[in-house]
């Protein structure tokens, strides 16, 4: 018991030295990947231009917590369906964020994807309401 909450606490930790790490770079590194969002005064009321690396900061996180769940802990079936469904968030966000997707064509896709999902779900393994 006290060893899963070392690896837990080690886990978080490392997971959370991660986020900060990227914070702390995330100006060179939307620079050098050209992940900058610029202020149009239509949708976006930013002042300044802001760096495109907040779900990518979070979704290396989530990586890295499943990662271990992977290697080290018994996988899933529904480790791996919430991974994938993350994955496609985080695609659909970037391909938003450099082609300017409409929020009418990513909620019908987003629609259809977990629609899909969820036919594929065995009940008991995949929780439907994720």
Known sequence: MINIQIEIIILLSLSLLLIFTINYFRNPISKITKL???PD?????HSKPIPLLGGIMIFL???L???YLIFFEQFSKST???FISCAVCLVLGLIDDVRKVSY???FIFLTIFFK???KLA??????HNI
Do not use: G, Q, V
């Open 80 to 82: 791996l369906t919430i």
């Open 104 to 106: 009418k064509n990513k």
């Open 122 to 127: 065995n009940k008991e393994d995949i929780p």
């Open 61 to 63: 996180s989530f990586i």
């Open 36 to 38: 900058i969002d610029y």
């Open 65 to 67: 917590i499943n990662s």
């Open 116 to 118: 899909f999902r969820s």
């Open 41 to 45: 005064n239509l949708r976006k009321i």
